[in-house]
């Protein structure tokens, strides 16, 4: 079986203890960070900024997957390059010129991931499928975590893996809301590459056992 990424997502990590969490993320088996910059248009809520990730880039040893749950994303390029981000996510339902976006992120010199709401089908990325490095399908409604994923999710993973095996296509399928050790098994079988994980991880009496129950799924 192929190996499982898990990317931690730092939503629900301690903000009043973010180095801790930060520490015992860098010592786990995580293969990313997961980013969750909302701005509250896009989404009803407000997570952290810049000057915040700032510093959270500096004490992360594992490559940032940030994904930007705000409108014109484009906008904020020049920032997530600076923090070093390996991957940059837009939402497709806010990007009206999302080839555009795309080939931006990737000048910038990052990976370019296309993030896809519940509501959204997977058939809307047919035509920029050869283009992106990943598809990140949220199975929860963005905006919080600690959300019940949504079980429409799986058909989806499948949907995607038929569309990237007919086009030859490399993406990967991360999957982002939900997710946990009862899950995660079923998710890795319709094909998913990549678990994000808040609530699952940051609440486990033991965040890297958690992670590593993750990534061993079978
Ligand atoms: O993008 C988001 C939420 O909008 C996620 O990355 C959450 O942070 C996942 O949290 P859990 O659902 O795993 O608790
Ligand atoms: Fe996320």
């Not at 293969?31 to 500096?58: Q, R, T």
């Not at 994303?73 to 999302?98: D, R, S």
């Not at 058909?155 to 995660?184: F, H, P, W, Y």
């Amino acid at each position: 079986m192929k190996d499982m990424k898990v990317a931690p997502s730092l939503l629900s990590a301690n903000f009043a203890d973010l180095k801790s969490d930060l520490e015992k993320i860098n010592q786990s088996e995580a293969d990313w960070l997961h980013l969750d910059i909302m701005d509250g248009v896009f989404v009803p809520n407000i997570s952290f900024g810049f000057p915040v990730l700032k510093y959270v880039a500096e004490l992360s040893q594992k490559p940032l997957d940030v994904h930007l749950m705000i409108v014109q994303p484009e906008k904020f390029i020049p920032e997530v390059k600076a923090l070093g981000a390996m991957m940059m996510n837009v939402h497709y339902e806010a990007c009206p010129h999302l080839h555009r976006v795309i080939q931006q992120i990737k000048e910038a010199g990052m990976k370019a991931g296309v993030t896809l709401n519940p509501a959204t089908p997977v058939a809307m990325l047919e035509d920029i499928i050869m283009d992106v490095d990943m598809v990140l399908l949220m199975s929860v409604n963005p905006g919080f975590g600690g959300q019940k994923f949504i079980p429409n999710t799986f058909k989806k993973i499948a949907q995607l893996r038929e569309m990237i095996t007919r086009c030859q296509a490399s993406a990967l399928i991360e999957v982002d809301g939900g997710v946990n050790v009862q899950n995660a098994p079923l998710l890795k079988k319709a094909g998913a590459d990549v678990l994000v994980a808040g609530s699952s991880v940051f609440r486990a009496p033991d965040m890297g056992e958690a992670i590593h129950q993750l990534k061993n799924a079978e």
